[in-house]
């Protein structure tokens, strides 16, 4: 079974510095990764997705994030932490598909908590 | 039009009750999912349409009917909750494969059962 884990419950950065919100894999053939965030009282926002051979992936607001086979890891990154990116943030993945029409299930990670303090 | 819209936002009902929350989207997506999450929690599937038809249903106990009765509308009939189904329920819709690969996610409702 496909499966993700975030190892941190809460990560606190200051506003201007780096931040990074972990996430490692579990897959039995090719990955299909994503970063989703949720703001208070909203649904989750897509961020970005692994795409195979891009081991830095580019998405929304500024984030980033780095796929590394070997860590089995797919940390989410920001240079420049703002304010209002406190939120949850979810590591996610899909099964494979199982052909023809099917759409494949996502499973999430337990979520961390992003606080950016001015 | 890139919303999925969820109503209503929020549900009070009794255990006896009988009541829908409804899930609408407009951007031709063949694939729509329910989610219950509980708060600071991870969403959690339900169910799965795929092209109006239900393809995955997590053990999902039968007080919960999804019905999807076309491509752009999804439904999920509620009937004698308990309590513990008090949660954010959360419809998403999709589109496979490929760099655009993502899922779209409504709002929520805010149940509450007494």
Redesign the interface.
């Known amino acids: 079974a496909q499966s993700v884990a975030q190892p941190e419950d809460q990560v606190n950065v200051a506003e201007g510095n780096p931040l990074t919100v972990k996430c490692t894999y579990s897959v039995s053939g090719n990955p299909y990764l994503f970063w989703y965030v949720q703001y208070p009282n909203r649904g989750l926002q897509f961020l970005l997705k692994y795409i195979t051979g891009d081991n830095l992936v580019k998405g929304s607001y500024g984030f980033e994030a780095e796929f590394n086979k070997s860590q089995t890891s797919f940390h989410l990154k920001k240079p420049s932490a703002l304010v209002s990116d406190s939120a949850l943030y979810f590591c996610a993945v899909r099964d494979e598909d199982a052909g023809g029409t099917s759409y494949g299930k996502l499973t999430f990670g337990q979520g961390t908590i992003l606080t950016v303090h001015p | 039009d890139t919303e ?1 819209t969820q109503t209503p936002k929020h549900l009070v009902m009794g255990m006896t009750n009988k009541k829908s929350l409804k899930c609408e989207q407009h951007m031709g997506h ?2 729509m ?1 329910w989610y219950k999450q509980k708060a ?4 959690e ?1 339900m169910f ?1 349409y ?2 109006e038809k239900l ?2 249903n ?1 053990s999902v106990p039968s007080r919960f009917s999804p019905e999807c009765p076309n491509s752009s509308l999804l439904n999920l009939h509620l009937h004698a909750l308990q309590p513990e189904d008090s949660a954010l329920y ?1 419809c ?1 819709s ?1 589109q ?2 490929g ?1 655009n ?8 409702t805010q149940l509450s059962v007494l």
Not at chain 2, 101 to 108: N, P, Q
């Open positions: 999925v063949r694939a999912y600071k929690k991870p969403p599937l799965v795929s092209y393809s995955i997590e959360l998403a999709g496979r494969g760099r690969e993502k899922l779209f996610f409504g709002s929520g």
